[in-house]
């Protein structure tokens, strides 16, 4: 890839769903009658981080999504305004669905040098999958098979 090439894409931050008033209301109910347990048992501090916490949790059910934009160029991979240099990203694998597989979403998972979270996804289209994928292996990035944390599966299930 010489300097003026580049692979560009954007994708949603994250999938956005559509939750029911139904929802709003087990988290409420849920918030509340944890808070109250807690002040009963005298533990103010952690009542306080529950409100908090559910807040919090209401609020970022109701955001919007943003648009995130992700590019590989000469110099390695760039999301939004941050660039991870190629030799600074220890592996990556393109998830792809099998032929007839649709339930798997296309995802490109990135191994980095961050001490938090240094697995990264993004979602990709399909279209993309190759040649992101020989881009990565002509900057010498190691291929190694990766998959979505359980935890991400679990949260999915319960409506995050």
């Known amino acids: 890839m010489d300097d003026n090439e580049?692979?560009?894409?954007?994708?949603?931050?994250?999938?956005?769903?559509?939750?029911?008033?139904?929802?709003?209301?087990?988290?409420g109910?849920?918030?509340?009658?944890?808070?109250?347990?807690?002040?009963?048992?005298?533990?103010?501090?952690?009542?306080?981080?529950?409100?908090?916490?559910?807040?919090l949790l209401g609020f970022f059910a109701i955001k919007k999504p943003d648009v995130i934009s992700y590019e590989l160029n000469a110099k390695g991979l760039k999301i939004r305004n941050r660039l991870y240099p190629y030799e600074n990203i220890k592996s990556f694998w393109v998830q792809v669905g099998a032929s007839g597989e649709?339930?798997?979403?296309?995802?490109?998972?990135?191994?980095?040098?961050?001490?938090?979270?240094?697995?990264?996804?993004?979602?990709?289209?399909?279209?993309?999958?190759?040649?992101?994928?020989?881009v990565m292996l002509s900057n010498n990035v190691e291929?190694?098979?990766?998959k979505e944390h359980p935890s991400e599966k679990i949260m999915e299930v319960l409506g995050f």
């Open 102 to 134: 649709t339930s798997v979403k296309p995802i490109l998972f990135i191994h980095s040098e961050r001490a938090f979270m240094p697995i990264l996804s993004m979602p990709i289209d399909e279209t993309m999958a190759e040649e992101i994928h020989s």
């Open 6 to 27: 580049k692979l560009s894409w954007s994708a949603l931050e994250y999938e956005e769903k559509e939750r029911s008033r139904d929802w709003f209301w087990a988290l």
């Open 29 to 55: 109910i849920i918030v509340a009658t944890s808070s109250i347990a807690s002040i009963i048992y005298g533990n103010y501090f952690f009542a306080i981080l529950l409100v908090l916490g559910g807040v």
């Open 143 to 146: 291929e190694k098979e990766m």
